[in-house]
Nanobody, 124 residues
Framework: QVQLEESGGGLVQAGGSLRLSCAAS????????MGWFRQVPGKERQFVAS????????YYADSVKGRFTISRDNAKNMVYLQMNSLKPDDTADYYC?????????????????WGRGTQVTVSS
């Protein structure tokens, strides 16, 4: 019911910043709760941040709290992840995800729709 496409990844030095974007399309794309997850090869997908459909509530993993900011612009059908003070441990493929009924914001298995991902590499 919703299609997602991430963009904005790239190579950045430690301490730098990147802004990831997620474009949503399909039927009622702004009705979905949205999340950002990241994954490195051979590891489980890890929760990063999530935001409710109207932007009223946001949630962050402890590892990124204070450095990352999730936001959305429903007029543009966009979700963003502003990443500041990046660390080498932030290196991963970042995925945008959507779920209509949010049951657990921190579990990747609870999200129904996924983008293909965008790669973020943070050099030391």
């Amino acid at each position: 019911q919703v299609q997602l496409e991430e963009s904005g990844g790239g190579l950045v030095q430690a301490g730098g910043s990147l802004r990831l974007s997620c474009a949503a399309s399909g039927r009622n794309p702004n009705a979905y709760n949205m999340g950002w997850f990241r994954q490195v090869p051979g590891k489980e997908r890890q929760f990063v941040a999530s935001i409710t459909w109207n932007g009223g509530n946001v949630y962050y993993a402890d590892s990124v709290k204070g450095r990352f900011t999730i936001s959305r612009d429903n007029a543009k059908n966009m979700v963003y992840l502003q990443m500041n003070s990046l660390k080498p441990d932030d290196t991963a493929d970042y995925y945008c995800a959507a779920v209509f009924r949010l049951r657990d914001a921190g579990l990747a298995t609870q999200f129904d729709y996924w983008g293909r991902g965008t790669q973020v590499t943070v050099s030391s």
